[in-house]
T-cell receptor, first 109, second 113 residues
Framework: KNEVEQSPQNLTAQEGEFITINCSYSVGISALHWLQQHPGGGIVSLFMLSSGKKKHGRLIATINIQEKHSSLHITASHPRDSAVYICAVRRGSNYQLIWGAGTKLIIKP | DSGVTQTPKHLITATGQRVTLRCSPRSGDLSVYWYQQSLDQGLQFLIQYYNGEERAKGNILERFSAQQFPDLHSELNLSSLELGDSALYFC????????????FGQGTRLTVV
C-alpha cells in the first residue's frame, strides 16, 4: 500500500462544476503539498499545509491531521484547470517528499 | 532511499559566489526537475529537463542555469549568489516527462552568508 493515496486517479467534469480531489496518507507528516502539473511538465506549487485550510482564488485546500486526509477543491472549474494534481507529503525536517500518483483532471467546455 | 542522489548535502558560501549542485536521477528515469524551497514557502519549480533537453521552465532566475548531461545527471548552477538564495534545492526524477510519479532527492541545503 502506498503511503500517499490520491483519489480519483482520473476525473472528467464539465466547466463550472465543483471539483474535489482527495489525498490520504498513512505516515506522520510535517507538511502536505498540493501541486499542479500541466501537460508540458512544469509543476506549480499550489499549497503547503500543516493544518487547517487555505484558499487561493478558486482553489481551496484543507487538511485534517487526525484523520490523515487532505482535500483540494476547485470552484467554478474551467478548462484551463485541466492538469495533473499531485499531493505530496513531507516527513520531518529532511524534506524528503512522498508523492501521490496524481489525479488527472480534465474540464470540458 | 528514493534512488535520486544529490550532492552536496550542505553548502555554505558567500554572497557573489557561484556554486554547482548535482543531481543523479533514478536508474532509467529520463526526466529531472529542479525545485527551490525556502523555509516558509512551498515548492518553487525551477526547471525541467527530459532526456537532455529543457522541457519546462518555471520561476528560475537569470542568474541560475541548469543542464542535463548525456548520462542523464543534471547540474544546477547558481551565480552571483544573494542572501535570499539561501534555500533547499532539490531535484526529482521520473520516467516520463510529466504526469507520472516523481521521486525526490534529499536536497542540497544552500546557505549564503
Amino acid at each position: 500500500k502506498n503511503e500517499v493515496e490520491q483519489s480519483p486517479q482520473n476525473l472528467t467534469a464539465q466547466e463550472g462544476e465543483f471539483i474535489t480531489i482527495n489525498c490520504s496518507y498513512s505516515v506522520g507528516i510535517s507538511a502536505l503539498h498540493w501541486l499542479q502539473q500541466h501537460p508540458g511538465g512544469g509543476i506549480v506549487s499550489l499549497f503547503m499545509l500543516s493544518s487547517g485550510k487555505k484558499k487561493h482564488g478558486r482553489l481551496i485546500a484543507t487538511i485534517n491531521i487526525q484523520e490523515k486526509h487532505s482535500s483540494l477543491h476547485i470552484t467554478a472549474s474551467h478548462p484551463r484547470d485541466s492538469a495533473v494534481y499531485i499531493c505530496a507529503v513531507r516527513r520531518g525536517s529532511n524534506y524528503q517528499l512522498i508523492w501521490g500518483a496524481g489525479t488527472k483532471l480534465i474540464i470540458k467546455p | 532511499d528514493s534512488g535520486v542522489t544529490q550532492t552536496p548535502k550542505h553548502l555554505i558560501t558567500a554572497t557573489g559566489q557561484r556554486v554547482t549542485l548535482r543531481c543523479s536521477p533514478r536508474s532509467g528515469d529520463l526526466s529531472v526537475y529542479w525545485y527551490q524551497q525556502s523555509l516558509d514557502q512551498g515548492l518553487q519549480f525551477l526547471i525541467q529537463y527530459y532526456n537532455g533537453e529543457e522541457r519546462a521552465k518555471g520561476n528560475i532566475l537569470e542568474r541560475f542555469s541548469a543542464q542535463q548531461f548525456p548520462d542523464l545527471h543534471s547540474e544546477l548552477n547558481l551565480s552571483s549568489l544573494e542572501l535570499g538564495d539561501s534555500a533547499l534545492y532539490f531535484c526529482a526524477s521520473s520516467v516520463q516527462a510529466g504526469g507520472t510519479e516523481a521521486f525526490f532527492g534529499q536536497g542540497t541545503r544552500l546557505t549564503v552568508v
